[in-house]
């Protein structure tokens, strides 16, 4: 069986560069990680965790994420590991960096393995990809990102129309021109931010498509997000931000300008994450049901594990949002 050492050297790189890569716990640059991916094919080495995998008295789940960094992620990851603790499963965190090619290894892995479940919270999941896993009996979960395939559970919030509560929010706050930082446009729930923007003030006279501007659901996104908008419309006073991360990195930007917020610009973001009541001004945000959609999510998948031979309808669990009002939008007359 070929060891950490046969991959190491088959791809040119460490010992340690390659632990880094399989615990995920450092950098390792995207073009060693596709030569360390193709020696573990090569050689078909596994990961000793994916071994442990196989044993039977086991019962696992799979969390598979796009960004254990953000900490929505980490939130969702939380509720799901309590629900799947209290009944007596183990789940594996996959964090997939939003590659594709690292979710497809880690399905690959996970289906050789014979994982009891899956709840896939992030882009990548084929219909492809599903029909193999139906073939191996292993039940999936969708949770927030819905992907393009059917018959599969989705649970998720109505990001629609909290986007339209963040809208009407800062217009009641007295904003007269909203500008918007969008998350990435291949992901649902940006794109579905997106549009409550646009439809929503699309027929007020102020607003031009040049209103939005791109944060990749990113803090430095959202710091660059804001020196577009300024340059483009020094007279927004509203800003509304498709996540909290991009919504975070704005309020840094604009404080390295001086911008005074709320009282100038007003800013609200959505997801709801801890990390927003912590920031000075502590951030108004739509606040997604993090906790809930996680446990939702695990319940679901534990149900359809233990009662294997039943037939599950597909179905859409949403849940909605709520908007926290705090300082970034709080302003004198509030
Ligand atoms: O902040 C990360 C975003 O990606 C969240 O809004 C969540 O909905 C996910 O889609």
């Known amino acids: 069986m070929a060891t950490i050492k046969d991959v190491a050297e088959l791809a040119g790189v460490s010992i340690a560069t390659v632990s880094r890569m399989i615990n995920q716990n450092g950098y390792v640059s995207k073009q060693a ?8 094919e090569r050689l078909e080495y596994e990961p000793l965790i994916f ?3 196989a044993d039977r008295s086991m019962p696992t789940i799979a969390l598979i994420l796009p960004d254990i960094t953000n900490p929505f992620f980490s939130e969702l990851a939380r509720a799901v590991e309590d629900i799947c603790q209290q009944r007596g499963y183990t789940v594996f965190f996959c964090n997939s960096d939003n590659r594709d090619f690292k979710e497809k290894s880690y399905l690959e892995a996970l289906r050789k393995r014979r994982i009891d479940g899956i709840i896939y919270a992030s882009n990548y999941l084929t219909q492809e990809e599903l029909n193999k896993l139906r073939r191996d009996n292993i039940p999936v979960v ?32 007295g904003c007269k021109k909203i500008a918007h930082i969008y998350g990435p446009q291949e992901i649902v729930t940006a794109q579905e931010r997106l549009n409550g923007y646009e439809d929503y003030v699309k027929s007020f006279s102020w607003y031009t498509p040049s209103l939005m501007a791109p944060g990749h659901f990113q803090l430095e996104g959202g710091m660059q997000a804001v020196e577009t908008l300024l340059l483009r419309h020094p007279d927004i006073d509203g800003i509304f931000a498709g996540n909290d991360f991009m919504a975070i990195g704005a309020l840094k930007a604009l404080h390295r300008k001086g911008v005074k917020v709320p009282e100038d610009i007003a800013v609200c973001g959505f997801d709801g994450i801890k990390l927003a009541e912590m920031i000075e001004p502590e951030l108004t945000t739509v606040a997604q049901p993090i906790y809930e ?16 031979d039943t037939k599950f309808d597909a179905e859409v669990i949403e849940i909605n949002v709520s908007l926290n009002i705090r300082d970034s939008t709080r302003r004198d007359s509030e």
């Open 33 to 40: 990680e596709q030569r360390i991916m193709d020696a573990m």
């Open 51 to 53: 071994r442990r995998l």
């Open 142 to 173: 969708v949770l927030d990102r819905s992907s393009d395939t059917e018959k599969c559970t989705l649970i998720r919030c109505n990001n629609y129309e909290g986007a339209q509560l963040a809208v009407k929010h800062l217009l009641d706050i």
């Open 293 to 308: 959609m996680g446990e939702k999510a695990a319940r679901t998948l534990v149900q359809q594990i233990e009662a294997r």
